[in-house]
Each structure stands twice: as C-alpha cells, then as structure tokens.
C-alpha cells in the first residue's frame, strides 16, 4: 500500500517508490485523485517531503486548476469520437448511437453501459490503427490492452504490449490515432529521441496538432466519471 503525508498547507501527498525512476516527480491526476509524489529508490524520504514543500505553491494552483467532474448519468452531454451525444435512456437491451444521442438501456445505471461502450469502441478503433501503423513500420506488436489510466494514454514495453486508456473513444477519431502512431513507434524506438519523432511523422505528418488537442483537452476527458451514482 502507497504510503501518505500531508504538507505545510494541509495538502494530502501519496508517496510511491520506484526502482525505475531517476528522480522526483510530482503528478496532479486529472481526475481529482490525490497528488503522487514518485520517490527513486535511493532517496531518502525526508528529501522528497522537502521537494513536495517547495512546490507547494505549484500544488495549490495545479489542484485548484482541474476540471470539475463530469459524472455520466442521463441527460448528461459525453462526447463520442469528437461528437457530443446526449445519453439518452430507451427501451433496447445495448447502447447505440441514433442522431445526436447514444442511447442507453433505461433498466440499467449508466455509467457502467457507457464505459462499455466505449471500451468496445476503443478496441476495435484501436486495432485498426494499429494494425495499419505497425505494417507501415514492418514491426508487428503483440498484444493491445485497454486501462482506465491516469498518468498516460498509452504506452508500450519492451516485448511489444501496447496499453491504451479506453477513454481514448471520445476524442475526434485523429487524436485517437495519433495515440497509436506514438506507441507503434515504440516499437522502433523505446525513447523520445528525434529519431523517435521522426518515426511518428513518418506515420502522421499533422501529428503535432492532434497531441496538442489531447494537450489542452484530454483533462476534461479524464474528468468524467463511470461510477453509478444511483441518479439515474
């Protein structure tokens, strides 16, 4: 279990080491989660609680930055490939798109028909992507994996496992593949050297404004919340 501290302004600090990590790192979630502090193994805890106090002031504006929560319930507005759609309850048995609304099973709580929905979607958007990125490199990989993270919207190791966040499903279809492009490119190049980058133009020239969308936007996307609220 992560271990916790509070600092001088009563803001509540999760500690986690990390054999892997070469120094300290402050992460804020989007999602409204506690903030981390990343330890390497080496350092002392003293000398991370003394960086978490000089960034203290960071920490209050960075916290007091993010984006309320969005929670799913019906009538609420989500977007689904780049497009607002109004969850809407209906007399059907699965989650289907109509017009400008998605509509859901009236029976059943919405956040968890929802997240469903769109972790079928992301899979199979994902795969194409790909698919077409990885025979452009000539560099299969071995396997797509979806994960509610926090920290990343994908990622690839060593043996060619791809993770991806599902919520990957609600920005326009472009960002999606951007996302898939940089981790495909892993595949050539486990760095994010220049050599990395140009790997990823060579999959989508434009790709700059597609990871400054996700720069500016992704937060709201990280923002909503799946849980059943019991409102609906």
């Given amino acids: 279990m992560a271990e916790a501290f509070t600092i001088a302004n009563g803001l509540r600090i999760t500690l986690r080491r990390s054999a892997r990590a070469r120094r300290m790192v402050l992460r804020v979630p989007r999602d409204g989660g ?5 330890l390497p193994a080496h350092v002392p805890f003293c000398d991370g609680a003394a960086f978490a106090e000089a960034k203290s002031a960071w920490l209050v504006q960075a916290t007091q930055r993010r984006p309320a929560p969005s929670v ?3 009538g609420a507005v989500l977007p689904v ?3 607002p759609l109004v969850l809407t309850p209906a007399a059907l048995r699965a989650a289907i798109i109509e017009g400008n609304a998605l509509l859901l099973p009236a029976s059943r709580p919405a956040g968890p028909v929802v997240q469903a929905f ?12 790909c698919d077409r990125h990885a025979a452009t490199l000539g560099r299969p990989y071995l396997a797509i994996v979806l994960r509610d993270t926090r920290s990343r919207w994908g990622s690839c190791t060593s043996d060619g496992r791809l ?9 326009p279809p472009a960002v999606l593949d951007y996302v898939a492009a940089h981790e495909v490119a892993h595949l ?3 760095d994010h050297s220049p050599r990395f980058w140009a ?3 060579g999959l989508m020239p434009d790709y700059a404004r597609h990871r400054e969308w996700l720069r500016r936007h992704g937060s709201d996307l990280m923002a ?3 849980r059943d609220t019991g409102g609906d």
């Fill in 118 to 129: 769109l972790k079928h979607r992301a899979m199979a958007d994902l795969r194409a992507a």
């Fill in 224 to 226: 909503w919340q799946f």
């Fill in 188 to 190: 050539l190049h486990m």
């Fill in 163 to 171: 993770m991806f966040s599902w919520r990957l499903a609600m920005p």
């Fill in 72 to 74: 799913v319930r019906h």
């Fill in 34 to 38: 506690p903030v981390v502090l990343t």
């Fill in 81 to 83: 490939a780049g497009v």
């Fill in 199 to 201: 790997a990823v133009a």
